[in-house]
Antibody, heavy 118, light 112 residues
Framework: QVQLQESGPGLVKPSETLSLTCAVSGYSIGSGYFWGWVRQSPGKGLEWMGSIHHGGSLHHNPSLQSRVTISRDTSKNVFYLKMTSVTAADTAVYYC???????????WGQGTLVTVSS | DVVMTQSPLSLPVTLGQSASISCRSSQSLVHSDGNTYLNWYQQRPGQSPRRLMYKVSNRDSGVPDRFRGSGSGIDFTLEISRVEAEDVGVYYCMQGTHGPGTFGQGTKVEIK
């Protein structure tokens, strides 16, 4: 059973960069699946942000333009989310997820609340 | 992006009765490979979402057969028969046919 655990700062200042880590256990991120991020905010509901394929290719939601970077470290079996120039609108619970392809999200981490505030 | 519209947004249900949630997409969800990538997720209070159904009508492991997904094209339905207290939560549809994947706004199921 794949388990996902998000970690990172719970408070980020406006205009700064949000950085989160997803630690994966029970499966090697280089073996299969897409590994992605979904956020949930009261204002925008659930929003798919992007993912990284087990082969390394990247996929981002165009709505987030170039602010989002997803990367990984297969030696540590973790993947990362970075989002630049955050505003209050980026306040949300951020989930790391596994995706079987075609946005078929089959597994979610417990989520981590990130608040953007000075 | 494909817009997913759920109704109703709030659904009070009597224990033991049935509930039906509708999800409509702004365009057909039939993929060129012939599949329809429409999933349903349940989010219980204080928990992460959990997938219930994939490709319209395939139940995930451990999901009671009281849950049934149906539909085609742009109209989809999640039906819950004999609602139990553990079914309380918010239900989301999500399409993955047209990138990026998009979610409905959610339907809150509560017990009357």
């Amino acid at each position: 059973q794949v388990q996902l655990q998000e970690s990172g700062p719970g408070l980020v200042k406006p205009s700064e960069t949000l950085s989160l880590t997803c630690a994966v256990s029970g499966y090697s991120i280089g073996s299969g699946y897409f590994w992605g991020w979904v956020r949930q905010s009261p204002g925008k509901g659930l929003e798919w942000m992007g993912s990284i394929h087990h082969g390394g290719s990247l996929h981002h939601n165009p709505s987030l333009q170039s602010r989002v970077t997803i990367s990984r470290d297969t030696s540590k079996n973790v993947f990362y989310l970075k989002m630049t120039s955050v505003t209050a609108a980026d306040t949300a619970v951020y989930y790391c997820v596994t995706d079987e392809g075609q946005w078929n999200i089959n597994n979610w981490g417990q989520g981590t609340l990130v608040t953007v505030s000075s | 992006d494909v817009v997913m519209t759920q109704s109703p947004l709030s659904l009070p249900v009597t224990l033991g009765q049935s509930a039906s949630i509708s999800c409509r997409s702004s365009q057909s969800l039939v993929h060129s490979d012939g599949n329809t990538y429409l999933n349903w997720y349940q989010q219980r209070p204080g928990q992460s979402p959990r997938r219930l159904m994939y490709k319209v009508s395939n139940r995930d492991s451990g999901v009671p057969d009281r849950f049934r997904g149906s539909g085609s094209g742009i109209d989809f339905t999640l039906e819950i028969s004999r609602v139990e207290a553990e079914d309380v939560g918010v239900y989301y549809c999500m399409q993955g046919t047209h990138g990026p994947g998009t979610f409905g706004q959610g339907t809150k199921v509560e017990i009357k």
